[in-house]
C-alpha cells in the first residue's frame, strides 16, 4: 500500500500529466473526439430537466455541444459558481446570451442569472479509473458537491480515453461518478 505522501506526491504528478496528455492531440483530433462524446451523450442519455457544465478549460472535451443540442429539447442549463473556497458550489443558469467573466481560477463564469439545481452534472475527467473515480485539479470541489447536493445529481464523467489510468488511488472524499462518457462510449463504473 501506498503511503499517504507518496499518493499526494503521485496525483499531484498525474494532475500535471493530464492536461499534457490531451493538449499532445491538436486540434482538429480533439473537436473530432468531442463531437463523438457529445453523440455518445446524445444517444445514451435522455434529455435532463437541468443540466450543470463546465466551460472547457485545459485541452478538456468541449460538451457544449450537447447543452445546446438538450436545451432546445427543453432542459435548462447551468455553469458552476464557486461562492467560497473549501465549499460545495453552487449553479447559475447559462443561455448562449449570458455574460461570463473569468473566476480566480481563469474559468468563465456567469456573473449574473437565476440559482438552479442540477439533475445531472457533466464533470470534466482530468483522469479516470474503471472504477468511476475521477481525478480533478486538487480543489475538491464537485467532491464536496456530490456530496452536499440531496438528492445527488447524475454525475456524468466527460473525458477522452488517453487520460484514463488503471486507479487514481482514490481517497475517502472521492465521489464515485455514475457514468463514464468517452469517445468510444459510456459505461458505468465497474464496481458501482
Not at 499531484?12 to 499534457?20: F, L, Y
Not at 430537466?49 to 445546446?68: H, L, Q
Not at 442540477?118 to 480543489?139: C, H, K, Q, T, V
Amino acid at each position: 500500500m501506498q503511503s499517504t505522501e507518496d499518493n499526494t506526491a503521485w496525483r499531484r504528478a498525474m494532475r500535471r500529466e493530464m492536461p499534457a496528455r490531451r493538449a499532445s492531440l491538436g486540434e482538429a483530433r480533439h473537436a473530432e473526439l468531442s463531437a463523438h462524446i457529445v453523440s455518445v451523450l446524445q444517444n445514451q442519455l435522455p434529455v435532463p430537466g437541468v443540466v450543470a457544465f463546465c466551460w472547457p478549460i485545459k485541452d478538456e472535451p468541449d460538451v457544449r455541444g450537447i447543452v445546446e443540442i438538450w436545451r432546445q429539447a427543453g432542459a435548462r442549463a447551468a455553469l458552476p459558481v464557486v461562492v467560497a473556497e473549501n465549499t460545495a458550489l453552487a449553479f447559475r443558469e447559462w443561455t448562449a446570451e449570458t455574460p461570463l467573466e473569468p473566476d480566480r481560477y481563469g474559468i468563465p463564469t456567469p456573473t449574473a442569472g437565476a440559482w438552479l439545481v442540477p439533475d445531472l452534472i457533466l464533470l470534466p475527467l482530468n483522469g479516470f479509473d474503471a472504477a468511476g473515480y475521477r481525478l480533478g485539479y486538487g480543489g475538491g470541489y464537485f467532491d464536496r458537491t456530490l456530496a452536499a447536493l440531496s438528492p445527488r445529481p447524475l454525475a456524468v464523467g466527460v473525458g477522452f480515453e488517453i487520460n484514463r489510468l488503471d486507479s487514481i488511488r482514490p481517497e475517502s472524499h472521492d465521489q464515485r461518478l455514475d457514468w463514464i462518457v468517452t469517445e468510444l462510449g459510456a459505461f458505468r463504473p465497474a464496481d458501482a
